[in-house]
């Protein structure tokens, strides 16, 4: 049980990888100071017992027996360190040279190296040897002492072990450190979530201060706590703009039926109420079909219709559309595109964001005003500039303006819902575009920025 829990943990997980990389390290280094230490030592032996056979059998082809004699007699005399191993025996065994006093039974074949104890000056001890056959039925041992050196290989043996031991014993506390280090810094997330999921939207991830990797999933996490923080007021806001501004049309179409239902003398006044309750009726459609639209646009189901297309036709489109309604209320509408606009996107959207834009100017505009609609093509991109001489925006809600249902003072006695502003700048980000509202001196200028077709593809 306990350990299905061990195991579920990520910190205790952590650990585990950090101790076991930490020990197999440490067995690495150990086994390549062994190779390089114990292995070099034996090697040298080799090499030297390889060297002197070598030198002595140039001696017996120059002198021949006589001389490798004298030769092995002057190197036991010579050798200081008495780490030198030579014996030369005749066809029947019997010791011609050297210092052992009898060949060793257990070496038996030539060419092979030997590590066996043997009896040298009354003292036993190790020693590495090899065979060579000599003419004549003569046999040679050469060796060398390595008593010294298995005592040194035991001291490093000890060492290493100590020193495997010490660092598992270190990496062991090690992981326990990182274990409680992760859960640590890992507790201000866990301790926020569950806030969080208790209802706490408010609650947010500390700073350890020192800018590493956990203070940056912080940073991340905040920015995700507070843009769902900023959804929550948005729904709360859309919700309550929608109880606020659906509840007159349709307080106002259930009294005109019940009045109808209750007053109505004739046919033509029933059908006069009905008809006057279905208007309001369907300005409610129009709103929840303009939510519908923004959300689709949002959600970007529209970009596979994205096409090539010239958005110059579609600009004198919307003169078309308004010219009428602007002269109506003796507006002047001023139109002035090139002869083509290049662009990538949806032509429809793009021209119901311009519509929108037409329709919001010539709508605040005072009778005897110019609405302007223009398009330029800059260094970044397409502008579309409409530009009007109505109230404008205050500076305080430019930046609410796009929200849906938001609407300011000044429109507060003019027709419609809040959501013009907010589908304009849905298209524009469908588009890789932007939407910006300045100051137009008066009035409102109002610029809709859009990629050229080479950018947006």
């Known amino acids: 049980m306990i350990g299905n829990i061990l195991l579920r943990s990520a910190g205790f997980r952590f650990a585990v990888i950090y101790a076991a990389l930490l020990v197999a390290s440490a067995f690495g280094l150990a086994f390549f100071l062994w190779w390089s230490t114990a292995g070099l030592l034996d090697r040298q032996t080799e090499a030297a017992i390889q060297t002197d056979a070598e030198s002595l059998w140039e001696h017996w082809l120059e002198d021949g027996m006589r001389g490798l004699v004298a030769t092995i007699e002057d190197r036991v005399a010579q050798n200081i360190d008495d780490d030198a191993i030579y014996l030369l025996v005749d066809p029947q065994g019997r010791r011609v040279a050297g210092n052992l006093e009898r060949w060793p039974t257990a070496v038996a074949e030539a060419g092979q190296v030997f590590e066996l104890q043997l009896q040298r000056a009354g003292m036993r001890s190790m020693a590495r040897v090899q065979r060579f056959d000599v003419p004549n039925g003569y046999h040679l041992l050469i060796g060398r002492d390595i008593q010294l050196r298995l005592q040194l290989r035991a001291l490093l043996k000890n060492a290493l072990l100590w020193a495997v031991t010490v660092v598992a014993v270190m990496a062991a506390i090690g992981g326990l450190v990182v274990r409680n280090l992760f859960r640590r810094a890992l507790h201000s997330v866990s301790v926020t979530a569950a806030a969080i999921a208790a209802g706490d939207l408010a609650q947010r991830v500390r700073h350890s201060g020192r800018g590493d990797e956990f203070d ?16 929550m ?7 309550n703009a929608i109880a606020h501004d659906l509840r007159t049309p349709i307080t106002r179409a259930r009294t005109r039926l019940e009045d109808a239902l209750l007053h109505a003398a004739t046919r033509e006044e029933l059908q006069a109420a009905i008809e006057r309750a279905t208007a309001d009726l369907d300005d409610i459609v129009r709103v929840f079909q303009a939510l519908m639209r923004i959300s689709e646009i949002e959600a970007g189901s529209r970009r596979s219709s994205f096409e090539r297309i010239d958005l110059a036709p579609l600009l004198r489109g919307v003169e078309d559309m308004y010219g009428v309604v602007a002269e109506e209320r003796e507006i002047a509408l001023a139109v002035e595109v090139p002869n083509q606009l290049n662009a990538y996107g949806d032509a429809a959207l793009i021209q119901q964001a311009v519509a929108n834009l037409v329709d919001n100017a010539i709508k605040f505009s005072p009778s005897a005003a110019t609405v302007r609609l223009s398009a330029v093509v800059g260094p970044t991109g397409i502008e579309i500039v409409v530009t009007d001489q109505g109230p404008g925006i205050p500076k305080a809600d430019v930046g609410k303006a796009t929200e849906r249902f938001f609407r300011g003072e000044s429109a507060r006695s003019t027709p419609g819902a809040g959501l013009g502003l907010s589908l304009v700048q849905a298209v524009a980000q469908l588009h890789g575009g932007a939407l910006r509202l300045e100051d137009g001196t008066p009035g409102l200028r109002a610029v809709l920025f859009l990629p050229q077709a080479d950018d947006a593809t």
């Open 216 to 231: 940056q999933l912080a940073d991340v996490i905040n920015d995700m706590l507070d843009r769902i923080s900023r959804l």
């Open 233 to 239: 007021d948005g729904v709360k806001q859309v919700s």
